[in-house]
């Protein structure tokens, strides 16, 4: 059974950082990619970036291009995504999702962290 577990969300001023972490078991990690996907209040879930099995391959949605680093520790079973240069348009819940969720950012996630951006 897939499980993720994410962590490192708070509160943050604007223009600055934090790093999101996952907790992956219940399946071979480093064979599947990994995506992170975030849901803002009143919003439908939005891809923010995904990283394949080898953690050779990275992409980015438009709006965390250039601000956002996805990473992965695939002794650790862990994924990363570093969050810099925070606005308020990036409060959201962050997931965790199993597999390339693009373009809808639908599949096994886990519970979320809260990232909040304050101006």
């Known amino acids: 059974e897939v499980q993720l577990v994410e962590s490192g969300g708070g509160l943050v001023q604007a223009g600055g950082s934090l790093t999101l972490s996952c907790s992956a078991s219940?399946?071979?990690?480093?064979?599947?990619?990994m995506t992170w996907v975030r849901q803002a209040p009143g919003k439908g879930l939005e891809w923010v970036s995904v990283?394949?099995?080898?953690?050779?391959?990275?992409y980015y949605s438009d709006s965390v291009e250039g601000r956002f680093t996805i990473s992965r520790d695939n002794v650790k079973n862990m994924v990363y995504l570093q969050l810099n240069n925070l606005n308020v348009e990036d409060t959201a819940m962050y997931y965790c999702?199993?597999?390339?969720?693009?373009?809808?950012?639908?599949?096994?996630r886990g519970q979320g962290t809260q990232v909040t951006v304050s101006s």
């Open positions: 219940g399946f071979t990690f480093s064979l599947f990619s």
């Open positions: 990283i394949r099995g080898d953690g050779l391959s990275t």
């Open positions: 999702v199993f597999g390339d969720a693009r373009p809808n950012g639908l599949g096994v």
